[in-house]
């Protein structure tokens, strides 16, 4: 269930926003990161939300405010979508995107690139499995667990691991299926306890929380009752966890959201300046501010736009 009320959008608030990436005519598809004390921010540039033409831009800031391109990730004949960052434990930078290819009915496989210093990343790797997007990953106790979800046929979330973050083997076949499951949030506790926020499209469209303990084989879930998009999850370090998700009750916005797994509750604690095209945040909690890297149309064009939200103890 959600809620607006307004004690509790009186627990965070919006203290500046930013907007970062404009240079293409649809930029949209975000992930952030601090790498090595720096800011890296990635997301798809293209013509529309849906042409074939994706690639992606990896910018990078050492204060968050002055922003300049530190990459661009291109194939040839191929949509480059959804990156996503992950910081993993050899020090090296990884990102993990959706490599889309056909015309009439696209064939959605994942790739990875790795880099040392977030600015020459190696040839793209194939990884997962064909026709499943492994639309989000994340390291915890020297392995890396990814959630991924079959682009065709029938529809599913799998759950992934592997030991060196490219060999991904299927841990959980069936994480999750009915209503169309497909993009994640994935979070841990320092108790070992995984958290998972699983978008839902179809008939059954509303979100699910799933929650597993170590070795992640069996899953309990709960029906959030709203529907959201492009979610992403962070746990703070005082224990609190958060999402960035779209929320389509009443006008579309890109939102940040408190989540209770005990109570299986998703609670709106404030909307960032957003409308139309919008969503696909990335979070960091860094200098006791939460940043947030997101993508909106509210300002005609689809730009990507960096806010700092302040949250109350």
Not at 146 to 152: L, M, P
Not at 212 to 239: F, H, I, M, N, S
Request: glycine share 10%; with cysteine.
């Amino acid at each position: 269930m959600t809620s607006s009320s307004p004690t509790h959008r009186r627990t965070a608030e919006v203290t500046a926003v930013h907007r970062i990436g404009d240079s293409a005519p649809h930029s949209a598809f975000t992930d952030l990161v601090r790498y090595a004390g720096t800011w890296f921010c990635a997301f798809r540039e293209a013509r529309t939300h849906l042409s074939d033409d994706g690639v992606l831009r990896v910018l990078t800031s050492t204060d968050g405010r002055a922003w300049t391109s530190a990459a661009v990730l291109r194939q040839d004949g191929v949509d480059l979508r959804d990156p996503r960052f992950v910081a993993r434990p050899d020090g090296r930078l990884q990102l993990f995107a959706a490599a889309a290819t056909g015309e009439t009915r696209k064939t959605f496989d994942t790739v990875t690139w790795l880099s040392g210093d977030g600015h020459t990343w190696g040839d793209p790797i194939p990884v997962g499995e064909p026709g499943v997007w492994v639309w989000r990953a994340a390291w915890h106790d020297d392995a890396m667990y990814g959630v991924g979800y079959a682009t065709r046929g029938p529809r599913f979330a799998r759950l992934y691991r592997s030991i060196d973050g490219v060999d991904l083997r299927p841990w959980v076949p069936t994480l999750f299926e009915g209503g169309y499951p497909n993009e994640s949030g994935l979070a841990f506790d320092p108790d070992g306890t995984a958290h998972c926020l699983l978008r839902r499209d179809g008939d059954s469209a509303s979100a699910q929380l799933g929650r597993a303990r170590p070795p992640y084989r069996e899953w309990t879930w709960t029906d959030l009752g709203v529907r959201v998009g492009g979610p992403a999850l962070l746990r703070l370090p005082d224990g609190r966890m958060l999402a960035g998700v779209r929320l389509l009750d009443g006008d579309v916005r890109t939102a940040i959201c408190a989540v209770d797994p005990e109570r299986g509750t998703l609670t709106e604690l404030v909307a960032l300046p957003s409308g139309g095209d919008t969503s696909y945040p990335g979070l960091v909690w860094h200098d006791d501010l939460l940043w947030v890297s997101y993508y909106s149309s509210h300002e005609e064009r689809t730009c990507v736009y960096l806010a700092e939200v302040g949250l109350a103890d």
